[in-house]
């Protein structure tokens, strides 16, 4: 940045009595002007311009929920210490300053700083830390597992600042998703937008009663106070995904690119099923775009999710593949090509739309292999002969097979657990 621009900026932050953070420009794009600090060690997939185009990314995702209008955010990637000095709190992980819009912060890209600037951006003004932080930590495509805050009484959480507690972060969060998901983002943003600014319990109540014609103790109930034997609300409840991204390519070369597919959408399966391996030493993470439904997670997985509410995967993957791998009959089972990576890593999580009690399902292991099964599987053929009764039901226990062969396996559904999806796995040793 040069000229007066530059002299602006500089006069904003002496003003303020704050040093301008170290950090060469990078450059600049449609939504940023990113600096690096020498002292950052950058991954060479977020390395020069991929820094931008990561942050582009991530605003074309964020746009799709919050629709916030064009404006430029300067986006200081500091190390831990210089954040530390930059924000001017003992405790700060990253900080925003909403007049200069911009964001000082230890990552790229830190959705929760980038989520307030998106906000400043539709309307420049500061409800109070528990919504604003609320809605901070409510959109986030990261994978972080979900939390389990106690029930604390919200009128502190209203009257706090946002640096006093992390209730004010965490509550606020599960509080602001489950007002999203209830009436929709829409309605949350214009709630947000004519929120008081004071941080008085009885006005805030008030305000939130007239706008949404029910009370804050009926909502922080419904997200608390459970019936008894009834699965916690927030027993999977993670952060919205916008699942704005251009969704999984199952039919080529998985292409790993953090900067401009740090996940992927899944594509309708259209009564198929989706083959994805991780690679070596991590794990195939599908996540719920809405937040509240239980992650599918292993080092090879069978999705069968027509049907289903929308999930996303997050990278690196692989390989990624759709066929008839989970079928409803022998004959109908496609082969499974990665049952070698299976076997060496120790077994194949299996997902389908959850049934009523229980249903059979057949898998064609294609692959020459020779393992021990360990569970998961009820009998296990050279052929599609289950029904005449020739195959080979496995007793309980380890079992050595050699493929290629078929096996037939179950699903069930747990009672109570409010899922559209059921999971098993296959497990194998070699």
Same mark, same amino acid.
């Given at each position: 940045?040069?000229?007066?621009?530059?002299?602006?900026?500089?006069?904003?932050?002496?003003?303020?009595?704050?040093?301008?953070?170290?950090?060469?420009?990078?450059?600049?794009?449609?939504?940023?002007?990113?600096?690096?600090?020498?002292?950052?060690?950058?991954?060479?997939?977020?390395?020069?311009?991929?820094?931008?185009?990561?942050?582009?990314?991530?605003?074309?995702?964020?746009?799709?929920?919050?629709?916030?209008?064009?404006?430029?955010?300067?986006?200081?990637?500091?190390?831990?210490?210089?954040?530390?000095?930059?924000?001017?709190?003992?405790?700060?992980?990253?900080?925003?300053?909403?007049?200069?819009?911009?964001?000082?912060?230890?990552?790229?890209?830190?959705?929760?700083?980038?989520?307030?600037?998106?906000?400043?951006?539709?309307?420049?003004?500061?409800?109070?830390?528990?919504?604003?932080?609320?809605?901070?930590?409510?959109?986030?495509?990261?994978?972080?597992?979900?939390?389990?805050?106690?029930?604390?009484?919200?009128?502190?959480?209203?009257?706090?600042?946002?640096?006093?507690?992390?209730?004010?972060?965490?509550?606020?969060?599960?509080?602001?998703?489950?007002?999203?998901?209830?009436?929709?983002?829409?309605?949350?943003?214009?709630?947000?937008?004519?929120?008081?600014?004071?941080?008085?319990?009885?006005?805030?109540?008030?305000?939130?009663?007239?706008?949404?014609?029910?009370?804050?103790?009926?909502?922080?109930?419904?997200?608390?106070?459970?019936?008894?034997?009834?699965?916690?609300?927030?027993?999977?409840?993670?952060?919205?995904?916008?699942?704005?991204?251009?969704?999984?390519?199952?039919?080529?070369?998985?292409?790993?690119?953090?900067?401009?597919?740090?996940?992927?959408?899944?594509? &309708? /399966? =259209? *009564?198929?099923?989706? +083959?994805?391996? @991780?690679?070596?030493?991590?794990?195939? #993470?599908?996540? %719920?775009?809405?937040?509240?439904?239980?992650?599918?997670?292993?080092?090879?997985?069978?999705?069968?999710?027509?049907?289903?509410?929308?999930?996303?995967?997050?990278?690196?993957?692989?390989?990624?593949?759709?066929?008839?791998?989970?079928?409803?009959?022998?004959?109908?089972?496609?082969?499974?090509?990665?049952?070698?990576?299976?076997?060496?890593?120790?077994?194949?999580?299996?997902?389908?739309?959850?049934?009523?009690?229980?249903?059979?399902?057949?898998?064609?292991?294609?692959?020459?292999?020779?393992?021990?099964?360990?569970?998961?599987?009820?009998?296990?053929?050279?052929?599609?002969?289950?029904?005449?009764?020739?195959?080979?039901?496995?007793?309980?226990?380890?079992? &050595? /097979? =050699? *493929?290629?062969?078929? +096996?037939?396996? @179950?699903?069930?559904?747990?009672?109570? #657990?409010?899922? %559209?999806?059921?999971?098993?796995?296959?497990?194998?040793?070699?």
């Amino acid at each position: 940045m040069t000229g007066p621009l530059a002299a602006l900026a500089l006069s904003a932050l002496c003003a303020c009595g704050r040093p301008t953070p170290p950090g060469t420009l990078v450059g600049e794009s449609a939504h940023f002007r990113l600096y690096v600090d020498p002292d950052v060690t950058v991954p060479s997939d977020l390395a020069g311009l991929n820094g931008l185009a990561a942050l582009e990314t991530e605003w074309a995702d964020v746009q799709t929920l919050l629709h916030m209008p064009d404006g430029k955010i300067t986006y200081r990637w500091l190390s831990p210490d210089h954040v530390l000095a930059a924000c001017q709190e003992a405790d700060e992980g990253g900080c925003i300053w909403e007049q200069s819009l911009e964001i000082d912060a230890p990552a790229l890209p830190d959705a929760h700083e980038l989520n307030h600037a998106y906000m400043y951006l539709r309307k420049q003004r500061k409800p109070i830390p528990f919504l604003a932080e609320g809605i901070a930590e409510a959109i986030s495509c990261d994978g972080d597992p979900p939390s389990y805050p106690a029930d604390v009484p919200w009128q502190g959480l209203v009257g706090e600042l946002e640096s006093a507690s992390d209730d004010v972060s965490v509550q606020g969060g599960i509080f602001v998703r489950h007002l999203i998901r209830t009436y929709g983002m829409d309605a949350f943003l214009r709630y947000y937008e004519q929120s008081p600014e004071a941080r008085d319990p009885a006005v805030f109540a008030a305000n939130f009663q007239n706008f949404w014609h029910t009370s804050v103790d009926d909502v922080w109930n419904a997200i608390h106070v459970l019936p008894a034997g009834a699965v916690p609300a927030i027993a999977y409840e993670t952060k919205i995904c916008p699942c704005g991204l251009p969704p999984l390519d199952p039919g080529g070369a998985v292409v790993n690119d953090r900067a401009r597919a740090p996940y992927w959408p899944l594509p &309708a /399966a =259209a *009564g198929e099923t989706l +083959a994805l391996t @991780a690679p070596f030493a991590e794990r195939v #993470l599908i996540q %719920d775009c809405a937040g509240v439904r239980a992650p599918l997670s292993g080092r090879a997985v069978l999705a069968r999710l027509e049907g289903t509410e929308p999930r996303y995967v997050l990278g690196p993957l692989a390989t990624a593949t759709m066929d008839a791998y989970l079928a409803d009959s022998c004959a109908a089972a496609a082969p499974y090509p990665q049952v070698p990576v299976v076997v060496t890593t120790g077994a194949l999580t299996i997902a389908v739309p959850a049934v009523k009690n229980s249903a059979s399902l057949y898998i064609n292991l294609a692959a020459s292999f020779s393992a021990v099964l360990t569970g998961g599987v009820q009998e296990i053929c050279g052929t599609c002969a289950f029904d005449e009764g020739s195959c080979q039901p496995l007793a309980p226990g380890p079992a &050595a /097979a =050699a *493929g290629p062969l078929y +096996a037939k396996f @179950a699903v069930s559904r747990i009672p109570g #657990l409010p899922s %559209d999806v059921v999971s098993t796995s296959i497990g194998f040793r070699p």
